[in-house]
């Protein structure tokens, strides 16, 4: 971390912060310029709070050099996580399908899709069960009868199953859900988060629709200081001015995420376009580019889908995916 | 709502996808051209879900053209809704000042800060006890604490007091709050929406940093439709690629707000930009293009915040903003 | 300028680099750490190319503390510039108006708009000959005739006029032209900026859609740097995820301008909504945060404009704006 | 195009509009509801000025249904448009590798990377002489003078040169070159467009910063209206709030653009992210999802690059990319 002082800082207010600064253990070394002068601290910057420092009135400006996350860094655990949920593995190398349709709609239609995924390839299954929709009059998920038809699909197929929660008040209703999914809209739901951090269950936590990757990683930390490390990173398409798209898959998350951080990455090709056909090519572009896992939308009858139908795929269409991208991981390695 | 059909859709699809739509008591007007045949839909389409419509195979493209929200449409509520808030009232022409620190911090700080806000000319106490950090790292607030400094300083001031819910379940500790802030993370937080919907209590709702309008509209209805019509709109600044602030004001959100509906619209211009020195600019900005009111951060030592302080002013910078907008008030009636 | 060193980088290229830094007349001091060294550069770095250091293989990342442009920057010039166009001046707490219609489309029209912008208290007639369209397919404006009916219209009414150029090679066609404005889509078009700096006419330098206000600046460095110091800084609203305006005006924009440069700074509330109503609310919004200037589309019969006519006010509805903004910058003085 | 005329509309207004409309060769529908009225248009709508009718005052709204593009619409030319430069093919199946330094430095330099990517296994040799730069103090380019150096190269290695033009007035400097690049800043020359389009030579379109997949065939449109239809698309990042990448690369261009276009689609991973070890993953992505080529920086020394320098490859990098995405080209078909 690097901090500015101001042109003729107050001696006594800079020897405060420094003894404070020091006090936190960290080394500071200075530069003294003809116009500025530059503290560089050494040492644990991550627990710092940034925006203190940046308040003083003697501080003109404060640059981090480290990142202000730390179990989640690559730095501290070079070692890829690997994530076991009934011996299936995410990460390191194992790269999994997580299918199903958008929304639980009926015991029937659950079962259903899950054993065509299951057929067609994947591992572990998705299906909302409450849903954040951004009107009160659309439909807003079975909610806990979804989360018990999920359980009877997991029954008949033995795939583990991931869901979303979407208050910290329902986490005892995901007691045997086998990954607990953090939404999108939730990512900065930071009491929802600390809850979460007491669980030993895997979170799958999706990138909000503005936020830069080190709020990821920060959201991601949240949970991870409260001692769960089980943390899969979601990156689904961020916001943007283009309007051909729902949202813009931002591909140079995968690399950049798995760069800066030792846990697994998954990509949803679905929500990221909100467009079935761009499916296909955006699952083929994150495998290429070293993603460990997809999710991905399946309907049997997209055309009766209460909610994201256009971009689900059906199950003929799925298999085609997961045999191409296992065709592109076979040559990449 | 017009609906695009396909070229050459199935005859008995369209014909399903009619009556279903005539039974929910609207009206269609079809338009066949060589190429493609256009639904016309006429009657009250804010409870139609258009991703189901969407969905359809037979569906080339759906395009609202009422809004999809109703409590809070000005097209079925023409009068300004005026909030009244232990006899400080907002909207229908009334300006209020919402002051005070970015974290509660001590009963001599709050209190304090309380006395020379009401002094300097604000009606309504701001203060965080709960405080949604971006790093687990920093200050989280006082908690429920602070929810008992700041009624201690309502008892000291006669202020009413606002200040920010996290979580559905804390409801009950903001018993005796008079004005409850949804901050911009929790915008879309469905189910703390929904609960805060089944209060007669006011809530101050934040524009989220990169929602729509039609979003806020839309997480102003969810409250709505619960039965709780005292719903505060806040523009606090939304993200951009601009890196000069830390959020871009969407000054025009104002008049565009107060066009679409009736709810209060009041703005931050503290978090908007992160920049105390831009604060009294864009405070008068807000306030000549029609704001309801301002949320101004104010501490008595700007540099001791522990949270957000390079964006406070100091009381007697506050009163000279107060008395800026006051005048340029006086001289747009 | 802030040099970070990558951990264990070789010492003879340390050496070289610092070696070349001294050459450029830069002052260096050095902070060795545990991790990294820090090279803080002290001195006129504005013209360092940092790209250039950035790529070198023993530098982990360089950080600018004082800005790259040196013509435009306050610090080195703390006096407004006022910029007197046939006896108005523009800058300095002096404030114009720019008015007339979107594109210039016949004399009769362009003289009549003229005397009616004049009458309603404008100073300088705005009308674009040379017209920047998305479509090929759209108006081009009337080009080289559209500039002789706007001396036409200067002549019959004694207004200077601002036109749009859209390339250096018709730079001999605007010899009579008052000020030369750049469009929002050329603010980058760095041959034209670096011929307009050889000129000795004022230059309203629009800023891009996605520019940052750094990049406006630059722009305006190009054409300064040339020696041409007659430049008018033009915010226009920018391109955001919001759909609900054309683009979205940064009104923080205005202070920070003026408190980075001593550039005169005028704010167009026509192209940044593209909704005519908004015209009057974001004009007052503007002239209460400082600005030195407005330039607003009129026209005397909207509904007939060959371009952008939605965004255009009519004479009447300009005069009101006129006022409007005379009473509020009586008021905030 | 949807018309959506305002309730009570002007009746001899609407049949002014109606005329006029069936005078461009549309044929209307009109949809009477009892709030609205809609027109359908029905033809060639590609040249219809969608400003002018949104202009009329008994105009609620406008929509397209249909793009506003014709030449450049696969619409109506479905098959893939094959470019053909000195025998090398680009389009239609024919992927290509553009490689090169971001400058020409020197002959030794240009050549010597010349024979590098060649070696490598790129067809097509990139470099600039013309730079446009932020900074009017960074380095330029050697102008006409690195012409001349592509052209050696050229003779000493057979490999086809593209390189980018900043101003229509160059035009006779480049009679040689085999493909003009049009860079991002000057997606929206429109004048330079113009001219390009009257050119029987490739040009190599570079989407803008923020421009819109439509806004780049819009300026598509601009060159093969102008009779050149060799026209080559290029996805190289687009501006959003993130900051971890110079820009964001849109991947889902890639689809979308063929899907939506005829013209070939090529990716720019270096200046998308900026970031050197970025450009390998992001190059598997863009084969992955069916780009028609790739355009690489590589340098022979990237730490000694005049500018762009952290972005460039070394050759050896360079030929393991080319070998890993004709790996997954092999793999995908």
Request: charged letters at 25%; aromatic letters at 6%.
């Amino acid at each position: 971390m690097v901090v500015i002082l101001k042109n003729h800082a107050d001696k006594d207010k800079v020897e405060n912060l420094t003894n404070w600064l020091q006090s936190q253990k960290l080394m500071i070394n200075e530069v003294k310029g003809e116009y500025q002068t530059i503290l560089g601290l050494i040492g644990d910057t991550s627990r710092v709070d940034i925006d203190l420092i940046q308040s003083l009135d003697i501080v003109e400006d404060v640059k981090r050099i480290s990142e202000p996350y730390k179990c989640a860094n690559r730095n501290f655990h070079p070692d890829d996580t690997v994530i076991d949920v009934e011996g299936y593995k995410i990460g390191g190398g194992n790269f999994q399908f997580f299918a199903g349709p958008c929304s639980v709609e009926s015991r029937e239609q659950i079962i259903g899709i899950a054993k065509e995924v299951k057929a067609a390839g994947a591992n572990i299954l998705r299906g909302g069960a409450f849903k954040p929709r951004t009107s009160p009059y659309a439909f807003q998920g079975m909610r806990a009868e979804g989360l018990e038809l999920l359980l009877e699909a997991k029954k008949a197929t033995g795939m583990p199953i991931v869901t979303e929660i979407m208050d910290a008040s329902h986490i005892p209703l995901f007691e045997n859900v086998d990954i607990i999914q953090v939404g999108a809209r939730n990512m900065q739901n930071f009491e929802l988060l600390k809850e979460l951090g007491h669980l030993d269950k895997p979170i799958f936590l999706k990138r909000g629709l503005s936020s830069t990757l080190q709020e990821l990683l920060m959201s991601a930390e949240y949970i991870m200081a409260g001692g769960n490390e089980k943390v899969i990173l979601c990156e689904r398409g961020i916001r943007t001015f283009e309007t051909a798209t729902r949202n813009t898959l931002d591909i140079s998350a995968v690399p950049l995420l798995k760069e800066k951080s030792h846990l697994p990455v998954v990509v949803d090709p679905s929500h990221a376009s909100g467009i079935a056909r761009l499916v296909e090519p955006m699952a083929y572009a994150a495998a290429a580019c070293g993603a460990d896992g997809l999710m991905i939308e399946v309907h049997n009858d997209p055309a009766k889908a209460l909610c994201d139908g256009p971009q689900a795929l059906t199950p003929p269409q799925f298999a085609k995916v997961v045999k191409g991208v296992e065709n592109i991981r076979n040559h990449i390695k």
